[in-house]
């Protein structure tokens, strides 16, 4: 560990009235409920993207995402780990008016701004991202304690 | 026939898919573009006391927030029969204006310049706002960020969040700004205009500068004839928040304008069998089809028809380059469609204008910035310009103010037929017989599509899988002949 506190962001992205969307925001929402305190993280939830992303990042060391994906290839609440190269084919992060994520953290080095150099993705595998309502289907709904424990676990590994 | 899909549409907001139908004879027979649209609107909102829906609609999407924050805002005043005062009217169009000026900036800079500063046929791992900034430089760069930044810090300082508003109640706002935060945002709105001098002058260097790229927006696969939509003020010229539904015909005749309440006697939607998307069109012309011309019902509603039906701009440079504009494409009504990227800067410059004149009005610090409604609720119509066209929600309430009804459409469902038109025509003009798309040829034909600024489904936020982007070309049976992926 190194001697000052390194500041990690755990974020949820997503939206909370598009169903399974927010499963993001709801496992980070359990995380930090379950999280005993760990000095340096912030948890947050947001429904953003592209160069709000690039703002929201700028200035931590670390950076554990959570947001929906629907690829069809896995059942819905299994987690897909990703890193900001697997997205670098891919134009966003998540649905993006203007840039993705790996062009955001880039063009945030490129620009001087101290952007973090750890970056955990950890998507989760959604079905339904176009009824609006809140509440999840039940397969994802049932994967929130699960993501919540592996955000944590992604927390303890870096902080001890 | 032989099918090329490209899925999904990069740098474009929602998920998209263009799906280009070959022929027997190798030439582009059909275009087809489909993207998932949002279920369960009206139940959502049935049920629900209608002042909620302001709070609600924002969420929706992630791009536009503040255009539906609007929009429905206004659509409650109406349920409720109430009209906010001055104060409450110059504060929202304030905030309106500093959200189109970042969006404009996003666009602009991350989705649009890409393919002058770069080329249309640059690799695709190039083609994006590093490369721009490569190429341009860092200063522009940082420019970029402070100002889009500076939009949405606007927006925070007079509603509290910049995204997530819960701002308009019915009429009027939740809370007005103090002296001091009006004349913190005076510096900034000058500043803003500093940069929307910039932005023509990065737009003159890069784009007008280069006669190849003049003579492509001219060009023919970029041209769609039909009619054009746009609100307008008391005076005629353009505005993004409120004002009378102007439409001009393809000769730039004013054939059409009234009262977005009145939305429905102009407007029907087509379904089509083929796509779950409606297809809006002009009822007076009537529905003749996916056809460009006078006696078509196709209209499209955009930066660039906004520009086209309004006697011009209600402030002094942008006006200035407003002239500019008409004169460099060959005058008025202007139907090349990869102009819009021009509009979009006239457009940046009237939003950091405005934002000086609303600001500089020291009754947007004004103590009454709320009139208390007190009519019997029933129905009500908003209608705003989103960055991307005209943006119109419609509720129907009971008389205790929850909903029955509602019904919205988006900027970019307005042009929906015109997007497919052309997309086939720029595909048209791009694939030749028997010879493999290049990476450049797809991106042409992307190129028609991103001058509509689209914004679908409004919006899902969440990954589309990792597929990229990927072209595939499959005879009738299914075999792959040809694959493109990035």
């Given at each position: 560990m190194s001697a000052l506190p390194r500041r990690t962001l755990v974020l949820g992205l997503g939206n909370p009235v598009l169903t399974d969307d927010a499963v993001g925001l709801l496992a980070v929402r359990e995380a930090e409920r379950l999280s005993v305190g760990t000095p340096g993280a912030t948890f947050r939830e947001a429904s953003i993207a592209g160069f709000d992303l690039l703002e929201m990042l700028a200035?931590?060391?670390?950076a554990i995402i959570v947001d929906a994906i629907h690829t069809?290839?896995?059942?819905?609440?299994a987690i897909h780990d990703l890193t900001p190269a697997d997205l670098?084919?891919?134009?966003?992060?998540?649905?993006?008016h203007e840039i993705g994520l790996g062009t955001a953290l880039a063009l945030g080095e490129r620009l001087g701004a101290a952007m973090p150099k750890d970056v955990v993705i950890l998507a989760v595998e959604i079905?339904?991202?176009?009824?609006?309502?809140?509440q999840p289907t039940p397969m994802v709904a049932a994967a929130i304690p699960a993501v919540a424990a592996r955000i944590l676990k992604e927390l303890a590994a870096r902080y001890g | 026939m032989k099918r090329i899909t490209i899925?999904?549409?990069?740098?474009?907001?929602?998920h998209g898919k263009i799906e280009i139908f070959l022929g027997d004879d190798g030439e582009v027979a059909d275009v087809f573009f489909q993207v998932p649209e949002l279920r369960g609107f009206e139940k959502f909102c049935?049920?629900?006391?209608?002042?909620?829906l302001s709070r609600i609609?924002?969420?929706?999407?992630?791009?536009c927030p503040g255009a539906h924050h609007l929009a429905s805002g206004k659509a409650i005043d109406a349920v409720y029969s109430v009209d906010p005062p001055p104060t409450a009217k110059k504060l929202r169009e304030l905030f309106y204006s500093a959200h189109f000026f970042h969006s404009h900036i996003a666009h602009f800079y991350a989705l649009a310049a890409p393919d002058f500063v770069l080329g249309p046929d640059s690799p695709p791992a190039q083609r994006n706002i590093l490369g721009v900034v490569a190429k341009v430089g860092l200063a522009l760069g940082g420019e970029v960020i402070k100002h889009r930044k500076i939009g949405q810090d606007i927006q925070a300082t007079l509603a509290g969040h910049q995204t997530h508003v819960?701002?308009?109640?019915?009429?009027?706002?939740s809370k007005g700004i103090t002296e001091a935060e009006r004349q913190e945002i005076i510096p900034l709105a000058k500043s803003s205009i500093e940069f929307a001098k910039t932005s023509i002058k990065v737009f003159n260097d890069v784009?007008?500068?280069?006669k190849g790229y003049v003579d492509l927006i001219l060009s023919e696969p970029y041209k769609l004839v039909d009619h054009s939509m746009g609100l307008v003020d008391a005076k005629g010229k353009v505005n993004f928040y409120d004002g009378m539904v102007r439409v001009v015909d393809t000769?730039?005749?004013?054939i059409a304008e009234y009262?977005?309440?009145?939305?429905l006697q102009h407007v029907e939607e087509r379904v089509e069998q083929f796509s779950y998307l409606k297809y809006p069109y002009l009822k007076a012309k009537g529905?003749?089809?996916?056809v460009e011309g006078q006696d078509s019902g196709v209209y499209s509603a955009t930066p660039l028809t906004r520009l086209n039906a309004?006697?011009?701009?209600?402030t002094p440079l942008a006006q200035s380059e407003y002239e500019r504009f008409y004169s460099t494409v060959g005058?008025?009504?202007?139907?090349?469609?990869?102009a819009n990227h021009w509009a979009r800067i006239v457009e940046l410059m009237y939003a950091a204008e405005r934002m000086l004149e609303l600001a500089s009005d020291p009754e947007v610090a004004g103590p009454n910035f709320r009139t208390i409604p007190t009519a019997t609720p029933h129905e009500g119509v908003g209608t705003v310009e989103a960055p991307r066209g005209t943006l119109t929600h419609h509720y129907v309430t009971d008389d205790r103010g929850i909903v029955t009804d509602a019904n919205l459409i988006v900027g970019t469902t307005n042009n929906n037929a015109p997007i497919s038109m052309s997309i086939k025509k720029a595909a048209q003009g791009v694939i030749k017989r028997g010879v493999a798309p290049t990476q450049g040829a797809l991106n042409m034909i992307e190129m028609a599509f991103r001058a509509y600024d689209p914004c679908f489904s409004c919006a899902t936020h969440s990954?589309?899988?990792?597929?990229?982007f990927e072209i595939v070309i499959k005879e009738q049976?299914?075999?792959?002949v040809h694959r493109i992926a990035r």
């Open positions: 200035g931590y060391d670390v069809g290839k896995a059942p819905p609440g670098a084919s891919s134009s966003r992060l998540v649905a993006a079905e339904d991202d176009l009824t609006l309502g809140e | 899925d999904p549409i990069t740098r474009l907001e929602g049935q049920g629900r006391p209608v002042h909620e609609v924002p969420k929706i999407c992630g791009v819960s701002w308009c109640v019915p009429g009027g706002v784009v007008l500068a280069n000769a730039g005749k004013k009262a977005p309440k009145d939305y529905w003749k089809g996916f309004a006697d011009g701009m209600a005058g008025k009504p202007c139907h090349a469609i990869l990954l589309s899988g990792l597929a990229g049976d299914g075999t792959v």
